[in-house]
């Protein structure tokens, strides 16, 4: 009897068919053990109250439907009979949410229900409810969405109105026909159920899954590359990527996995393979969607291609920029050279997953802040200027090195500043890179400031799009930029600047073969402290007196720094400022000209601002 053919799983054979030793197994029981602390796992009591959540959800849902068919001139038979449902996708739907992780849910409506009802009485609804709070719409997003906060759970609320008269609970998603004669939007909002729906049933073992993605994606967040909107992977692309690998290594236990993922990704050519699960499917049945599925004919310029499972395919990647690219690499070469130390315990998981600090990896710093007049229009606009940051860098030529921070920081607001009191700063690290390309020359100086303008004229176009946000009530302020010494105090934990390290030389000019020497004595046996110096009797007296000098020169610096950072909070948005029209140095700071320039989104260029310039010099 011939054996049982295994199934095969992606679009290439598997690497290695082993299964796991005794030694994957003990590392994967300490890979879950080291996660537990990071909270990536639910207690019962939490999903129990997420299953709450969403069923009071769906009741909200099915009622509004109703209504909303009546108030459309239907009858109540009509209206009884429309239905409606909700659908969960994403990490939820995959089960890798963690303790505190959104839900993302689809409302599927019928056709008497449009997508100007959903952002006009359905929002109307969610704002009267006790138990709704920070709603905001994002109805200009290339995936419309409602964001809010329901019964203590934050929640992404998709639409898409279907063709049919009457939408049922145990509607089939996977079906491509229900894709037919739907309008854009509705097609990529239904396709977040279909692509998470068809991730789980290509990949070979679930539970080896669900746990390589936990640790991918806390360490992707922890060490700084994660979100679609900074020009990084976001929790699909990650979850495309952790399963392409899993495919790899069918049998394979999850430690085992998370090795080869930074083994694999360290060295992969995305301009030659891209990453995708399954064959891609073109126009089935003879119809075509308005946009074609990727190809590399149309979207060959795609940096990292991770495509989506589900037709019509798209790149979840498409807004990787090469500055963003270059930083993953760089972390994924950090996980391979960690793994075999992590295997061999000479450290633990942690270390994969250690906390990235980005202001200590550049020296310059470029500072963007939207500032708005009340909470829930900074909630809004905030997310608008987020999505659009990856624009500022874009264009920057490929000798300039400019990454953008994926975080938000709130910036202190000053008790004077009533009237728009509300601001929240993103931040762009920017670096030198040396030319590759031997015919192109170095860039002699850089305009940052056209980029700047390009970068308002693009939020201005998508506030036409946001009914409630108003140029009176919401801008995008001046450009600022600092090296790292003249950082605000709010980007720091506890609001304090880090110390400087200890200088290698004492106080006063004392030699460093003075402090060697003292080192020397006080481990020699026989050779005591003395007790009102602390340095090792047979220590010349000057050189004790250095020693002391130096501790105190030290706190009287650190002391000294701390009161000045104060004043500098105050004074950040005047400090660093270069006079208008000279040619800034790289190791100047990057601000612009002392002439104020508040920029309101709705103008499209800054007539007449000054140039902010970055000249030859190297850029470290």
């Known amino acids: 009897k011939m054996p049982a053919q295994p199934k095969e799983y992606g679009t290439s054979e598997p690497m290695s068919l082993n299964g796991p030793t005794e030694e994957d197994l003990t590392m994967t029981e300490k890979l879950r053990l080291s996660l537990e602390p990071f909270g990536v796992f639910e207690t019962q009591d939490e999903k129990d109250h997420r299953s709450v959540v969403i069923s009071s959800m769906n009741e909200m849902v ?32 995959l089960g890798v949410n963690n303790r505190s992780g959104d839900i993302d849910l689809l409302i599927l409506a019928p056709v008497y229900v449009s997508r100007e009802n959903f952002f006009d009485t359905f929002a109307a609804k969610l704002k009267e409810h006790k138990e709704v709070e920070d709603l905001n719409l994002v109805p200009e997003a290339y995936v419309p969405a409602i964001k809010l906060e329901f019964m203590g759970i934050e929640m992404d609320l998709l639409f898409a109105q279907l063709t049919q008269t009457n939408v049922s609970e145990d509607i089939e998603l996977m079906n491509v026909e229900l894709l037919r004669n739907l309008d854009d939007k509705s ?84 301009s030659k393979y891209d990453i995708s699960l399954c064959p891609i499917e073109d126009h089935p049945h003879g119809w075509r969607l308005p946009n074609n599925p990727w190809n590399t004919r149309d979207n060959g310029n795609d940096l990292m291609p991770v495509l989506t499972t589900s037709y019509p395919a798209i790149n979840t990647c498409h807004n990787v920029i090469a500055s963003t690219m270059q930083m993953m690499k760089n972390e994924w070469s950090r996980g391979y050279q960690l793994c075999p130390e992590i295997l061999v315990g000479a450290k633990g998981w942690e270390a994969l997953w250690d906390p990235i600090d980005l202001f200590s990896e550049f020296k310059q710093f ?70 590759v390309d031997g015919d192109r020359p170095p860039t002699k100086e850089l305009e940052i400031s056209d980029f700047f303008e390009h970068f308002l004229s693009q939020v201005a176009r998508k506030m036409l799009g946001s009914p409630s946000l108003h140029p009176e009530t919401c801008y995008v302020e001046p450009l600022q930029s600092f090296r790292r010494k003249n950082l605000p105090l709010f980007v720091f934990p506890d609001g304090k600047r880090p110390r400087r390290k200890a200088s290698k030389r004492v106080a006063g000019g004392a030699s460093s073969a003075a402090s060697k020497n003292a080192a020397t004595a006080s481990t020699t046996p026989g050779v005591a402290a003395d007790a009102t110096t602390d340095a090792p009797v047979g220590t010349s007296t000057s050189a004790a007196a250095a020693l002391t000098e130096e501790d105190r020169s030290k706190r009287k610096a650190d002391e000294d720094l701390e009161a000045d950072d104060v004043k500098k909070q105050k004074e950040s948005s005047e400090e660093a400022v270069v006079e208008s029209g000279r040619p800034m140095q790289i190791d100047d700071e990057l601000e612009l000209a002392a002439a104020p320039l508040v920029v309101p989104v709705t103008v499209p260029a800054v007539v007449g601002a000054p140039k902010l310039r970055l000249a030859t010099s190297p850029l470290t």
């Open 62 to 93: 099915k009622t509004w439907i109703k209504e909303a068919v009546l108030a459309a001139g239907h009858s109540a038979e009509v209206a009884d009979h429309a239905g409606g449902t909700i659908r969960t996708f994403g990490s939820f739907r």
């Open 366 to 435: 470029v500072q963007i802040t939207a500032r708005a007049s009340t909470p829930a229009t900074m909630s809004a606009f905030s997310g608008l200027v987020q999505s659009t940051l990856r624009v500022f860098v874009s264009g920057f030529p490929p000798d300039f090195h400019a990454v953008p921070f994926p975080k938000v920081y709130e910036v202190p607001r000053p008790s004077d500043d009533a009237e728009q009191p509300y601001r929240r700063a993103f931040f762009f690290g920017i670096s030198r890179l040396p030319v």
């Open 187 to 270: 097609v990529r909002s239904v396709n977040g159920c279909r692509v998470t729906d068809s991730l789980l049933g290509l990949v070979p073992n679930k539970d080896t899954f669900r746990l390589v993605l936990r640790c991918i994606k806390l360490w992707a967040k922890r060490r700084g590359i994660y979100g679609n909107v900074y020009g990084y992977p976001g929790g699909v692309a990650w979850a495309i990527m952790s399963a392409r690998v899993c495919q790899f290594y069918p049998n394979a236990a999850p430690a085992a996995v998370v090795t080869k993922f930074f083994m694999i990704y360290k060295d992969w050519d995305f």
